[in-house]
């Protein structure tokens, strides 16, 4: 008979003691049990004790986190929050060296619980660690481990970056400025100060004058990623939180410091592999980097403004080799509409009229601009071939120039915030100072050829603005190295090629629809669905690791989930890292039986997701995420690291249930499988036999049924 739900068995270690093996039951107080525990070693005082986990993060265990305990738990007997605050705080203000860097170097662990910060925090220790580090007496590992601690408990958000001193915050700055010092108080500094940034609007203005971007440039040439890392995301802190007047300065003040040029030769092009949170962090910087176009894209042309005016002139000077004006103004404005009309404006009186639309606005005839002063002979050989058409086929260039840059400024997101979890940055974008308009050059050519191989009219503009949207984000897909290979790209990318691309992905869907092939495919259907239930298992078998989503997303946290293999069992365990390959059972310490689970939930759905609700989670992560729940009232919470990975975990557990698998990888891969196996079997139809007819009776007609075994 199963124990009592409410019954866990667990094992309790004390130092230097035979471990005691007991059925703590969960309805009883906390402080009951802990009782029981000590006078089961002749303990005095239980009050001054409290239960931790003896593997993992050893946190503390409180009324409010019992709930996770599991059968077969080791916990530890351990001294209290507040006990153990206490004496931390005495060590560390302690004359012996030694003594107060093992206490600091205990600090630093136990920071990381949020039990304990509490009591430490309410004790004043937050103003401790800051006195220690303004005293500026602390080097080495005795600063690093203070550094750590103080980052630690602040990242519990339970007192404010406020109250963060100008005297603190010139000492952590003087690290990061320093030439020479030691790479994890550097990498704590640098954390710390990213923080300030974030979280409090005054002290970015005290970061922002002891911190200049082009300090920490730098950091960014040495070879230490990490280093790398933090010095990247303290730059888009101080990006994302500067006044939007201040934004251009910046982006001054970094190109004439040569960040593009320092990243792309010492991060993308290094001899290192690119991780994860670097990705992240130079996806952002690309974002908000776009994003200082975001003015000029929603900025409308005023028509009556002559300096603006002045460049549409420009571009038809430009593009007519500064023809001589004809003396006499109707002349002059017949001649003018006549040009505007072949550089393809809609409005040929006032062309001005058609950058009033937001977006692209203004930004259009920056690009324009551009690409005319620029790219000159390329601007003029499109305009002027496309002007002496008479057969309807002629490419508008500046209708073209004015939708395309609305479409680039979607596919990029121009003038959104970073996506949370997106590492989606792209590499030919740090090879050119100017790679946004060289970007659009490269893309206005590529619908000016798409134009020419459709055979495309005035009718056909969306048709034509749909397949280079499509072209563009294909190519873009293939993460193209450099401005070059996307060319490249793109000229693999024809309109022939589109259309074979389309054709070849919608034969999974629309195959053949005759009555026997249709029976065909609903008999071949069970097996696959059983193979693609047998595929997702083995996936879970295998198992998969998932990114600690916390407060501070550059101190990455590991998880690790695998099915048993005989599906009965779920075990997952905390990583101190990413792993390579396969995690033992023996390193999961937790499980949950499969009879226990009751559901699969998705997306705002999820638990951890409607917690988590007040800090803005963007539409990726809720994309990503998915919860197990299961007896009693329990959950465990899922983000997945990618489409893929949550497709086969949501697949996965609905199999395990018993449930449909309805997620959009197992759709597609039904639709190509069961395509695959059709078209095989109807190759063996192709190679049968008919054998001979037999002679025909007189006066009857003759008829021959064939039956195929479709099987």
Same mark, same amino acid.
């Given at each position: 008979? &199963?124990?009592?739900?409410?019954?866990?068995?667990?094992?309790?270690?004390?130092?230097?003691?035979?471990?005691?093996?007991?059925?703590?039951?969960?309805?009883?107080?906390?402080?009951?049990?802990?009782?029981?525990?000590?006078?089961?070693?002749?303990?005095?005082?239980?009050?001054?004790?409290?239960?931790?986990?003896?593997? =993992?993060?050893?946190?503390?265990?409180?009324?409010?986190?019992?709930?996770?305990?599991? *059968?077969?738990?080791?916990?530890?007997?351990?001294?209290?929050?507040?006990?153990?605050?206490?004496?931390?705080?005495?060590?560390?203000?302690?004359?012996?060296?030694?003594?107060?860097?093992?206490?600091?170097?205990?600090?630093?662990?136990?920071?990381? !619980?949020?039990?304990?910060?509490?009591?430490?925090?309410?004790?004043? =220790?937050?103003?401790?660690?800051?006195?220690?580090?303004?005293?500026?007496?602390?080097?080495?590992?005795?600063?690093?481990?203070?550094?750590?601690?103080?980052?630690?408990?602040?990242?519990?958000?339970?007192?404010?970056? !406020?109250?963060?001193?100008?005297?603190?915050?010139?000492?952590?700055?003087?690290?990061?400025?320093?030439?020479?010092?030691?790479?994890?108080?550097?990498?704590?500094?640098?954390?710390?100060?990213?923080?300030?940034?974030?979280?409090?609007?005054?002290?970015?203005?005290?970061?922002?004058?002891?911190?200049?971007?082009?300090? /920490?440039? =730098?950091?960014?040439?040495?070879?230490?990623?990490?280093?790398?890392?933090?010095?990247?995301?303290?730059?888009?802190?101080?990006?994302?939180?500067?006044?939007?007047?201040?934004?251009?300065?910046?982006?001054?003040?970094?190109?004439?410091?040569?960040?593009?040029?320092?990243?792309? *030769?010492?991060?993308?092009?290094?001899?290192?592999?690119?991780?994860?949170?670097?990705?992240?962090?130079?996806?952002?910087?690309?974002?908000?980097?776009?994003?200082?176009?975001?003015?000029?894209?929603?900025?409308?042309?005023?028509?009556?403004?002559?300096?603006?005016?002045?460049?549409?002139?420009?571009?038809?000077?430009?593009?007519?080799?500064?023809?001589?004006?004809?003396?006499?103004?109707?002349?002059?404005?017949?001649?003018?509409?006549?040009?505007?009309?072949?550089?393809?404006?809609?409005?040929?009186?006032? &062309?001005?009229?058609?950058?009033?639309?937001?977006?692209?606005?203004?930004?259009?005839?920056?690009?324009?601009?551009?690409?005319?002063?620029?790219?000159?002979?390329?601007?003029?050989?499109?305009?002027?071939?496309?002007?002496?058409?008479?057969?309807?086929?002629?490419?508008?260039?500046?209708?073209?120039?004015?939708?395309?840059?609305?479409?680039?400024?979607?596919?990029?997101?121009?003038?959104?915030? &970073?996506?949370?979890?997106?590492?989606?940055?792209?590499?030919?974008?740090?090879?050119?100072?100017?790679?946004?308009?060289?970007?659009?050059?490269?893309?206005?050519?590529?619908?000016?050829?798409?134009?020419?191989?459709?055979?495309?009219?005035?009718? !056909?503009?969306?048709?034509?603005?749909?397949?280079?949207?499509?072209?563009?984000?294909?190519?873009?897909?293939?993460?193209?190295?450099?401005?070059?290979?996307?060319?490249?790209?793109?000229?693999?990318?024809?309109?022939?090629?589109?259309?074979?691309?389309?054709?070849?992905?919608?034969?999974?869907?629309?195959?053949?629809?005759?009555?026997?092939?249709?029976?065909?495919?609903?008999?071949?259907?069970?097996?696959?669905?059983?193979?693609?239930?047998?595929?997702?298992?083995?996936?879970?078998?295998?198992?998969?690791?998932?990114?600690?989503?916390? *407060?501070?997303?550059?101190?990455?946290?590991?998880?690790?989930?695998?099915?048993?293999? *005989?599906?009965?069992?779920?075990?997952?365990?905390?990583?101190?890292?990413?792993?390579?390959?396969?995690?033992?059972?023996?390193?999961?310490?937790?499980?949950?039986?499969?009879? !226990?689970?009751?559901?699969?939930?998705?997306?705002?759905?999820?638990?951890?997701?409607?917690?988590?609700?007040?800090?803005?989670?963007?539409?990726?992560?809720?994309?990503?995420?998915?919860?197990?729940?299961?007896?009693?009232?329990?959950? /465990?919470?899922?983000?997945?690291?990618?489409?893929?990975?949550?497709?086969?975990?949501?697949?996965?557990?609905?199999?395990?249930?018993?449930?449909?698998? =309805?997620?959009?990888?197992?759709?597609?891969?039904?639709?190509?499988?069961?395509?695959?196996?059709?078209?095989?079997?109807?190759?063996?139809?192709?190679?049968?036999?008919?054998?001979?007819?037999?002679?025909?009776?007189?006066?009857?007609?003759?008829?021959?049924?064939?039956?195929?075994?479709?099987?």
């Amino acid at each position: 008979m &199963p124990p009592p739900a409410d019954i866990v068995k667990v094992a309790i270690e004390w130092p230097g003691a035979n471990a005691q093996l007991i059925e703590m039951d969960q309805k009883r107080p906390l402080a009951s049990i802990i009782r029981e525990v000590c006078d089961g070693w002749s303990l005095s005082g239980s009050e001054q004790f409290a239960l931790r986990y003896a593997d =993992g993060p050893q946190l503390y265990i409180t009324e409010q986190s019992r709930g996770d305990i599991k *059968n077969g738990t080791i916990l530890r007997l351990a001294i209290s929050p507040a006990r153990a605050a206490r004496q931390l705080l005495e060590r560390i203000q302690s004359h012996g060296i030694d003594a107060r860097l093992e206490a600091l170097k205990e600090l630093a662990k136990l920071s990381a !619980d949020p039990t304990f910060a509490t009591e430490f925090i309410n004790m004043e =220790g937050i103003g401790t660690l800051a006195r220690l580090v303004e005293s500026g007496t602390h080097f080495g590992e005795m600063l690093a481990f203070t550094l750590t601690a103080f980052l630690e408990l602040m990242d519990h958000s339970i007192v404010s970056w !406020d109250l963060i001193s100008l005297s603190f915050i010139k000492q952590i700055a003087g690290y990061v400025n320093q030439p020479m010092v030691d790479v994890s108080i550097l990498q704590r500094s640098l954390a710390i100060l990213e923080s300030m940034v974030l979280n409090s609007h005054s002290l970015y203005h005290r970061v922002a004058q002891e911190i200049t971007v082009g300090q /920490l440039i =730098g950091h960014l040439q040495v070879s230490n990623q990490e280093i790398q890392t933090y010095a990247i995301a303290l730059i888009n802190a101080l990006f994302l939180k500067a006044p939007e007047d201040r934004r251009q300065e910046m982006a001054s003040t970094l190109a004439q410091k040569h960040l593009r040029s320092i990243i792309l *030769n010492h991060v993308i092009r290094g001899n290192r592999p690119i991780k994860a949170e670097m990705a992240h962090q130079l996806y952002v910087l690309q974002v908000l980097t776009f994003n200082l176009l975001e003015e000029r894209m929603m900025t409308k042309m005023d028509p009556n403004d002559q300096t603006q005016r002045d460049v549409i002139f420009e571009l038809r000077k430009i593009a007519f080799d500064g023809e001589n004006d004809p003396t006499g103004t109707e002349k002059r404005k017949a001649m003018y509409a006549k040009d505007y009309k072949m550089l393809g404006f809609t409005n040929h009186l006032n &062309p001005a009229l058609d950058f009033t639309q937001t977006p692209p606005g203004m930004l259009a005839l920056d690009n324009m601009l551009y690409m005319a002063k620029v790219h000159q002979d390329t601007y003029i050989r499109i305009v002027l071939e496309n002007s002496s058409r008479e057969d309807k086929h002629e490419c508008p260039f500046g209708r073209c120039a004015i939708e395309l840059t609305r479409v680039l400024c979607e596919i990029l997101q121009v003038g959104e915030l &970073p996506n949370e979890g997106c590492n989606d940055y792209h590499p030919m974008f740090f090879t050119h100072d100017r790679a946004w308009e060289e970007f659009f050059c490269i893309c206005i050519q590529l619908l000016n050829k798409t134009w020419k191989e459709m055979r495309a009219t005035a009718e !056909d503009f969306n048709k034509v603005m749909q397949v280079v949207r499509e072209q563009i984000t294909r190519a873009l897909a293939m993460k193209p190295s450099s401005l070059d290979q996307l060319k490249n790209k793109l000229r693999g990318l024809s309109y022939s090629e589109i259309l074979r691309l389309r054709q070849s992905e919608r034969m999974s869907q629309d195959d053949f629809q005759s009555p026997p092939i249709i029976e065909l495919r609903e008999r071949i259907q069970p097996e696959i669905l059983e193979l693609i239930k047998q595929q997702r298992l083995n996936r879970l078998c295998e198992g998969s690791c998932f990114r600690k989503v916390g *407060n501070r997303r550059r101190q990455e946290k590991f998880w690790f989930c695998r099915l048993s293999l *005989n599906h009965k069992v779920l075990h997952y365990g905390d990583l101190d890292e990413s792993p390579q390959g396969e995690v033992p059972f023996e390193m999961l310490s937790d499980k949950i039986p499969v009879s !226990d689970i009751k559901s699969v939930v998705t997306g705002k759905d999820c638990p951890h997701m409607k917690e988590k609700s007040a800090l803005k989670q963007n539409k990726e992560v809720l994309e990503l995420a998915f919860s197990v729940l299961y007896d009693p009232d329990e959950t /465990l919470n899922f983000v997945a690291p990618n489409k893929y990975e949550y497709c086969i975990w949501t697949d996965g557990l609905c199999a395990l249930l018993g449930r449909e698998m =309805g997620s959009d990888l197992t759709r597609s891969d039904l639709d190509t499988l069961i395509s695959m196996e059709m078209k095989l079997r109807l190759l063996d139809l192709e190679n049968i036999t008919i054998p001979e007819a037999p002679p025909p009776v007189p006066k009857e007609p003759s008829s021959y049924n064939f039956t195929y075994n479709y099987s």
